[in-house]
């Protein structure tokens, strides 16, 4: 009789999908987790880049160079808070020539992205860097 009823505990089927589910359960929320944590960076990466993009296109219309960088930090003060997670004020704008080729001038927008609720998720998937630089050049004009 002993016999009998582990042979009806081998066959028996009914909870195994509960315990499939505990193995894959971790898996699936560590890759959610990343997908979450990535994609938001990404995002918020690409929003500093555009950032950057649109001063330098605005800055072309100084005639100095200070005159530029007036004209990018203005356009990165009133557009920063249009773009979706960007605090205006975790922003920083460096404009000035290029250093590697004096005939355009350069925008770095410098983003610090420790206010975001993702970096929660740090111990769970491996995250990026907290602070965002990217940079845009346009070439001076009229020659």
Known sequence: MRRLSWRRFYRDRTASAAVEFAIVAPVLVTMLAGLLTYGVYFGLAHSVQQLAADAVRASIGGLTDQEREQLA???VTASAGQYVLID?????VVARPAPSNASTFEVVVTYDARGLALWSLDGLAPTPTK????SAAIRRGGY
């Open 73 to 75: 930090r203005a356009h």
């Open 88 to 92: 205006p004020a975790r922003v920083s």
């Open 131 to 134: 602070t965002i630089a990217r």
